[in-house]
């Protein structure tokens, strides 16, 4: 690595970052920009080998590290922001830069490498990284934001109860965010942001809402950097994008990142029901099923009201096998009767239900979201098709085999259950009976 880096002139090295800081995903981005100036500038004085994230703390950020804080815990993930940044931007705009620069994982030192484009034969790396370039994250935050507003405006116009308990709601929500704008705006813009974000994180088999939900949850620690929820929602973001990942280095780095987010939200607010919640999410993505369902309840204790905490209950117990309490976590029923788009639970209780052969129950569940508006899926139709046909009503398992097939043309069903089942024999449970329906895997089409 030295030799790559001293064979590279300062004047080509100060090039790089120039390129780096003039391309347009930085803009806005100002202490990432600060991040990488900083260590050039090291490296380039000959400090480089110095260079720690309690000085890059202290000299970046202006953050003591005596006060009993972990402030380095900001610099490992704009680090990790940074990588990112510079994987994407090499693999893109900067494809031909004739030096590039790099920060390989466990420090923080850069390292620059000579390219000759017309003969390098250096492998791009196609996997998929922690969210989207830095540039975008402003742009996720507005999609975000308007699509939660929309969910949130249409759970309002079906919100059961009378009109006093929604008073008495509304009037805690302002409550509490009066408290947190007193610690700061921006300490209130981050929360809401996270409100919005985390009502999006269902259905959890579609990738590319997962990649825009992470880049939203980025923007939230970005804005307030000691606020739980940015850390305990991208840990949920992350997880999932684990678990729905074949197996690869990158699906490794995404339960990594997991847990290392989960651990920061407990950190922070240990005895936060999101917190705990997103740290049995990350257990699940780890494939420790038992610490995952351990840890989900104690987050469903902490706040029994919370139905985000009870889905991802619901959804450890329901992929773990445990259907009977998947069951009973779903089918709470301050839920079952309402419309609300951003809950699960009567997906995860049809799916429950069928495993426990009550096929009417399943069918009846996932009508149920269907007609409520509450988020669907490939599999949520899987199900149906199956259910339909355990009970030998083929008309009806076809009819919503033709659904799937228009609505989700090529879904890979069989890897989507697999991927996300403890046991592959509940995914063949519903594979098999889809199959005996006619359908043909992708693979065979």
């Known amino acids: 690595m030295n030799g790559l880096t001293d064979s590279v002139t300062e004047t080509e090295k100060r090039d790089a970052l120039s390129r780096l800081l ?11 920009r600060a991040f990488l100036i900083y260590i050039v500038d090291e490296e380039l004085a000959g400090r480089g080998e110095h260079i720690r994230g309690k000085t890059i703390a202290q000299d970046v950020y202006g953050r003591d590290t005596s006060e009993g804080s972990d402030p380095e815990n900001v610099v490992r993930v704009d680090a990790r922001r940074l990588r990112q940044f510079l994987e994407l931007y090499y693999e893109g705009a900067g494809k031909n830069d004739p030096v590039r620069l790099y920060m390989d994982s466990g420090g923080y030192r850069p390292r620059f490498e000579s390219v000759e484009p017309a003969r390098s034969h250096r492998p791009v790396k196609r996997v998929e990284r922690f969210g989207v370039p830095v540039g975008t994250f402003a742009v996720g935050a ?9 969910l949130l405006l249409s759970d309002s116009e079906h919100a059961p109860g009378s009109s006093n308990s929604v008073f008495v709601s509304e009037t805690s929500d302002l409550l509490q965010r009066a408290a947190i704008y007193e610690k700061s705006p921006a300490a209130l813009q981050a929360f809401n942001l996270a409100q919005q974000a985390r009502a999006m994180i269902f259905p959890i088999f579609d990738r590319p809402r997962q990649i825009l939900v992470l880049s939203v949850f ?6 307030d950097p000691d606020y739980f929820g940015g850390y305990a929602g991208a840990a949920q973001a992350l997880a999932t994008l684990s678990v729905i990942t074949p197996p690869s280095d990158a699906k490794n780095d995404y339960t990594a990142a997991a847990m290392e987010f989960a651990n920061e939200a407990v950190r922070l607010a240990p005895d936060q029901a999101w917190s705990q919640s997103a740290k049995s999410w990350a257990y699940f993505a780890n494939q420790d099923y038992e610490a995952a369902l351990m840890v989900g309840r104690r987050a469903a204790q902490l706040d029994p009201e919370d139905g985000a905490v009870l889905d991802f209950l619901g959804a450890v117990a329901l992929f773990s096998g445990a259907f009977a309490e998947a069951v009973e976590t779903a089918d709470r029923q301050t839920l079952v009767d309402s419309s609300n788009q951003r809950f699960a639970n009567r997906n995860i209780s049809g799916a429950a239900h069928f495993h426990l052969g009550d096929y009417e129950k399943t069918i009846q569940r996932f009508e149920e979201a ?3 508006g509450d988020p669907l899926s490939a599999p949520s139709l899987a199900y149906q098709v199956a259910a339909f046909s355990v009970l030998g009503r083929d008309r009806q398992a076809q009819a919503k085999l033709a659904e799937l097939e228009r609505a989700w043309p090529n879904a890979p069903i069989a890897t989507m259950l697999k991927s996300i089942y403890s046991n592959d024999k509940h995914a063949d449970d519903v594979v098999n009976e889809l199959l005996r329906q006619g359908w043909s895997p992708p693979s065979l089409q």
């Open 142 to 150: 507005l999609i975000g934001a308007f699509i939660a507003n929309s």
């Open 22 to 32: 003039d391309d347009s995903h930085l803009e806005g981005a100002d202490r990432l």
């Open 370 to 372: 269907k007609r409520l």
């Open 218 to 223: 980025e923007r939230v620690i970005e804005i």
